[in-house]
């Protein structure tokens, strides 16, 4: 590869993928991105799946996008319930694109409630793109439960938050809000709120605070313009950038970049569409809108100026697609444009700029930015916090049993007799129901029984051993579905209580 150029990995994607990426390349073409760039095919999506490879993506495909350190992406179909996992999932995480930034603005000819109201909107949402559920760490635990594990980390956290900080002081966005559920998950979504707090105190220009995701969702309903940046973790991100996209028209709208620190991935955020897949009518503009992203990332920033003010003077005089479109405007035919159509009517505005909406400033010239870091040896740790003494005070051992709280205490009293620790808590489904609680709780077959040091005992002064030993007696009588230890980090309970405990 020649150092000079630039180097994209392409994956057009399934259902309305190709039509919509040959339409970007067209414009891209027109707009002479290719002066400077070589677009690599990438071979993942629907026909690498059904050649039995569950993963989705060729290992040639991975190679080129490591060797390209930037993909640009069409939708992918992903197998439902059994089969292979989501393939936009998996390259987040291989490459760990820890950011999803997604970018909701009012465009020309796009009618929203909002639009109508003459309420302009202009916001984005940094999505946590690794962590949360999104391990799908998933076990069947007892015939009745299953678990799925929720895992957030503080330098996981920090990335996405110094990103969003970042970008909010390049684009001189003004406040960033952290949104969050910090009122229940104590620790997880604790964790990234402290963590936000943290990285904000390195920005003092930015204003920052904190809302609650469900006031979130209710407020962005209500008075989207209060917003400027959200920074949220994966899944609650994954909900409001969906709820965030409808404000704007839908998914057809909002352009996604996934930012890592070596390889990024530019998306369109809509499915595949396959209703319409291969009609020649898809709507390629969340595809174009991910490819400008894309151009501004890799250094193609007066390109990209030129493209995206194409696009609004084209929207702008009402060229629209089925799936939109604002009948008055001056040049709105009832007939919508075919993709081929559309694609043709921005690259006749190439050059122009938008009257009714405000201009992307143009640059003079490109300022290529873009530089690949050398291939890693092995995959890199990253770590926040150093030299924390932690200890083991306890565990939580989790039981498949059909036996009532007062039974499970007898038995787990008498097998913790001879041991340095003593039973504490049981719980089911997170509620306490032993020492206290209601007989009203109804309990399933899958318990929590607490054991912590008995007094006496200090913190330090037994090993894990210890614990697991309590563990084997147990699993002698009780069938255990999973086990977790309890530690304190620096003094500080590293574990949350039960409700009503
Ligand atoms: P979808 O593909 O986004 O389509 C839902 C509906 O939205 C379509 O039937 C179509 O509606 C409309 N639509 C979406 N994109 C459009 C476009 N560019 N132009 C015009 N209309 C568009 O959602 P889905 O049906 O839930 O998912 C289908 C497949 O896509 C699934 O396999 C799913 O896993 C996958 N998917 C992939 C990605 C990704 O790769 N990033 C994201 C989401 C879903 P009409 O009925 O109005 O024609």
């Not at 707090?197 to 006031?215: L, Q």
């Not at 309903?221 to 949220?232: A, D, E, N, R, S």
């Not at 005089?317 to 479109?325: A, Q, W």
């Not at 909406?357 to 770590?383: G, K, L």
């Amino acid at each position: 590869m020649a150092a000079s150029r630039l180097y994209i990995a392409v994956a057009p994607g399934d259902g309305i993928g190709p039509e919509i990426m040959d339409a970007a390349m067209t414009l891209f073409k027109a707009a002479h991105v290719d002066d400077h760039a070589d677009f690599i095919p990438a071979q993942m999506g629907k026909e690498v799946f059904d050649t039995g490879n569950t993963r989705g993506v060729t290992d040639e495909a991975v190679r080129t996008i490591e060797d390209c350190g930037v993909l640009f992406k069409g939708p992918m179909e992903t197998p439902k319930g059994g089969g292979g996992k989501s393939i936009n999932v998996t390259l987040r995480k291989l490459f760990s694109t820890y950011a999803n930034f997604r970018v909701f603005k009012t465009l020309p000819g796009v009618q929203t409630v909002y639009s109508k109201a003459g309420i302009r909107l202009d916001f984005s949402i940094v999505r946590e793109n690794i962590e949360d559920t999104y391990g799908g760490v998933e076990h069947r635990l007892t015939s009745d439960m299953v678990q799925c594990k929720r895992l957030i980390s503080a330098p996981g956290s920090d990335q996405v938050h110094r990103f969003a900080l970042q970008t909010a002081r390049t684009l001189g966005v003004s406040k960033v809000h952290c949104g969050h559920k910090a009122n229940i998950m104590k620790m997880s979504d604790g964790l990234f709120l402290d963590r936000f707090k943290a990285a904000a105190k390195d920005f003092p220009e930015i204003e920052t605070g904190d809302v609650i995701v469900d006031a979130l969702c209710m407020n962005l309903v209500v008075k989207p313009q209060q917003y400027k940046m959200i920074v949220l973790p994966n899944l609650q991100g994954d909900i409001v950038s969906d709820l965030a996209a409808g404000l704007v028209g839908g998914l057809g709208f909002a352009p996604s970049a996934n930012i890592g620190r070596h390889i990024s991935i530019f998306e369109a955020v809509h499915g595949t569409a396959p209703d319409i897949a291969g009609k020649g009518i898809a709507n390629p503009t969340s595809l174009i809108l991910s490819g400008i992203m894309m151009l501004r990332h890799v250094g193609l920033v007066r390109h990209a100026a030129i493209i995206e003010n194409a696009l609004l003077a084209a929207l702008e005089t009402g060229l629209h697609t089925g799936d939109f479109g604002d009948p008055s405007l001056p040049g709105y035919t009832k007939e919508p444009a075919s993709t081929k159509d559309f694609v043709a009517g921005i690259i006749a505005k190439l050059g122009e700029s938008p009257k009714t909406v405000p201009a992307a400033p143009v640059p003079e010239q490109d300022a290529p930015a873009f530089t690949h870091a050398p291939r890693p040896a092995s995959q890199q740790m990253i770590r926040t916090f150093t030299n924390i003494v932690s200890h083991v005070v306890g565990c939580d051992i989790y039981l498949d049993t059909p036996l009532s709280p007062p039974a499970v205490a007898d038995e787990m009293q008498r097998v913790a007799q001879d041991t340095p620790f003593r039973l504490t808590l049981i719980s089911n489904r997170g509620t306490q129901v032993w020492p206290s609680g209601s007989v009203y709780t109804e309990c399933v077959d899958y318990y929590r029984v607490r054991f912590e040091l008995r007094e006496g005992v200090s913190p330090g002064q037994i090993g894990q051993s210890r614990a697991v030993t309590l563990l084997d007696k147990i699993a002698e009588k009780f069938t255990v579905c999973s086990y977790e230890l309890l530690r304190v980090f620096d003094g500080v309970k590293g574990y949350s209580m039960a409700q009503g405990q």
